[in-house]
């Protein structure tokens, strides 16, 4: 059971990028409802998403506000099973669209899979099967002490290159897809992206206390380097 949930995890990990690759619905003669339609039903992926993150959620389900095996592979698996269902349900919106030829589509494929590659850099197969849970007593990128913090590599310029790996697969399928639909889908996922930033080191100093503190002081930086 283990071997086929961690392929399922793994179909799970590339999901997003799959979509954003694959590409969002549009349709120029879609009704604009669409997009308040779109909208809500992102907005439900998110709020399931973020719920399953909360110290009072896991508390309450799991008996702990700490990381653990069982809790990060539910969290993958209905974060992914809800993730199909938003990318089968989702409908095509109107809206501008732009022609940029061959070559823009295939630096899109190139910049999507950087984007990818940058998400998971430094993971070996071994790495991500603590990353999706498979095994109870080793955790990867948790904001509790039961992970170590990462701070080497991308780690050590940015203090969330995951994220940043995802936004630039963002804009590869953007030039693969330039249409209101691959936008609005790309603008709404890099938002949530930065918008959960600040919770997410609220949380990290709140149970890592100093040792995040200080590698906040070192790494000046969140996503953008120079920038934010």
């Known amino acids: 059971?283990?071997?086929?949930?961690?392929?399922?995890?793994?179909?799970?990990?590339?999901?997003?990028?799959?979509?954003?690759?694959?590409?969002?619905?549009?349709d120029a003669a879609a009704p604009v409802e669409n997009y308040i339609y779109n909208v809500a039903l992102y907005g439900i992926w998110v709020f399931v998403h973020i719920l399953m993150v909360l110290p009072f959620f896991k508390r309450m389900v799991y008996g702990s506000p700490k990381s653990s095996g069982i809790e990060?592979?539910?969290f993958i698996t209905v974060s992914t099973l809800t993730w199909w269902a938003v990318y089968y349900l989702h409908q095509p919106v109107p809206g501008p669209a732009l022609e940029l030829g061959y070559w823009a589509g295939f630096a899109g494929v190139c910049l999507s899979l950087l984007g990818f590659f940058a998400f998971l850099e430094?993971?070996?197969?071994?790495?991500?099967?603590?990353?999706?849970?498979?095994d109870a007593e080793a955790l990867s990128h948790s904001a509790d002490d039961v992970a170590p913090l990462n701070m080497a590599g991308s780690y050590a310029r940015v203090r969330h290159p995951?994220?940043?790996?995802?936004?630039?697969?963002?804009v590869g399928g953007l030039l693969i897809h330039p249409h209101m639909?691959?936008?609005?889908?790309?603008?709404?996922?890099g938002l949530t992206f930065l918008l959960f930033i600040p919770y997410e080191e609220?949380?990290?100093?709140?149970?890592?206390?100093?040792?995040?503190?200080?590698?906040?002081?070192?790494?000046?930086?969140?996503v953008f380097p120079y920038i934010w």
């Open 72 to 74: 990060r592979r539910v």
């Open 181 to 189: 639909g691959q936008l609005m889908w790309t603008a709404m996922i």
């Open 1 to 26: 059971m283990s071997a086929l949930y961690f392929l399922f995890a793994l179909l799970g990990l590339m999901s997003v990028f799959g979509s954003l690759i694959y590409g969002f619905h549009y």
């Open 122 to 134: 430094g993971f070996t197969f071994g790495a991500l099967r603590a990353f999706v849970g498979v």
């Open 162 to 170: 995951m994220y940043q790996g995802a936004m630039i697969a963002g």
């Open 202 to 222: 609220s949380q990290l100093l709140k149970r890592r206390g100093e040792e995040y503190r200080v590698y906040m002081k070192n790494v000046k930086y969140r």
